[in-house]
């Protein structure tokens, strides 16, 4: 059998999520500048460039918004990477040595985070995946959940609302909450059909 995988594709409300996640960098870069030209012995250079910055990354978003070609991914993606590093030179401009807790700090989370999305902005759709072989499954609901599982060891599959439990031959439950996951009976059904027919 040839491995097939099925995406677990977010819900409405989760896509909507996400795209506010896309346009925050920029909202936040776009009104920090505002607030630095008001300051005094502000570099006015810096001000600038975080406007600038974040009208690109709105810009971006909007276009990706109308758009459902995959250069509008692309696009928002080089933005997000040249936001992250604006908002990281924002955090040396705002950073005071000595002190831990400090606005800079902010700053610097939200460059990191807004530069890794931009590098694996097309990857991390397919982070949340079923994949499913002759051999058992591999489930991936986010980041930091994965099994696998063999079909021997799988005696029960099923989905009640949103929660999804696979019952093992050991008497484990494993139990998976698909309350972002849109295509919950694709999931269901690629899991009970397999586990049905190739189980012993």
Same mark, same amino acid.
């Given at each position: 059998? /040839?491995p097939?995988?099925i995406?677990? @594709?977010p819900?409405a409300?989760?896509?909507?999520?996400?795209?506010?996640?896309?346009?925050l960098?920029? %909202?936040l870069?776009?009104?920090?500048?505002?607030?630095?030209?008001g300051?005094e012995?502000? +570099?006015?250079?810096?001000?600038?460039?975080?406007?600038?910055?974040?009208?690109?990354?709105?810009? $971006?978003?909007l276009?990706?918004?109308?758009? @459902?070609?995959?250069? $509008? +991914?692309?696009?928002?993606? @080089?933005f997000?990477?040249? $936001?992250g590093?604006?908002?990281?030179?924002?955090?040396?401009?705002?950073?005071?040595?000595?002190?831990?807790?400090q606005p $800079?700090?902010?700053?610097?989370?939200?460059? /990191?985070?807004?530069?890794?999305?931009?590098?694996?902005?097309?990857?991390?759709?397919?982070?949340?995946?079923l994949?499913?072989h002759?051999?058992?499954?591999?489930?991936? %609901?986010?980041?930091? @959940?994965?099994?696998r599982?063999?079909?021997?060891?799988?005696?029960?599959?099923?989905?009640?609302?949103?929660?999804?439990?696979?019952?093992?031959?050991a008497?484990?439950?494993?139990?998976?909450n698909?309350?972002?996951?849109e295509n919950r009976?694709e999931?269901?059904?690629?899991?009970?059909g397999?586990?049905?027919?190739?189980?012993?």
């Open positions: 059998m /040839i097939t995988t995406l677990l @594709k819900t409300f989760r896509k909507k999520m996400l795209m506010m996640n896309d346009v960098p920029g %909202v870069l776009f009104f920090l500048g505002i607030e630095s030209l300051e012995n502000a +570099h006015s250079q810096f001000a600038y460039l975080n406007i600038l910055a974040g009208i690109a990354v709105i810009l $971006a978003f276009f990706e918004v109308r758009s @459902k070609e995959a250069a $509008a +991914h692309k696009l928002i993606s @080089k997000d990477v040249i $936001a590093l604006v908002l990281c030179v924002e955090a040396l401009n705002k950073h005071h040595a000595g002190r831990i807790f $800079a700090l902010f700053y610097y989370i939200i460059g /990191i985070i807004t530069i890794i999305r931009g590098l694996f902005h097309s990857r991390l759709p397919a982070v949340r995946r994949i499913i002759d051999k058992g499954f591999d489930l991936r %609901v986010n980041l930091f @959940k994965r099994d599982m063999n079909w021997e060891d799988v005696v029960g599959v099923d989905l009640k609302g949103v929660m999804l439990t696979i019952k093992s031959r008497g484990k439950v494993h139990t998976y698909l309350s972002r996951v009976e999931v269901l059904e690629g899991l009970r397999n586990q049905e027919s190739f189980s012993i």
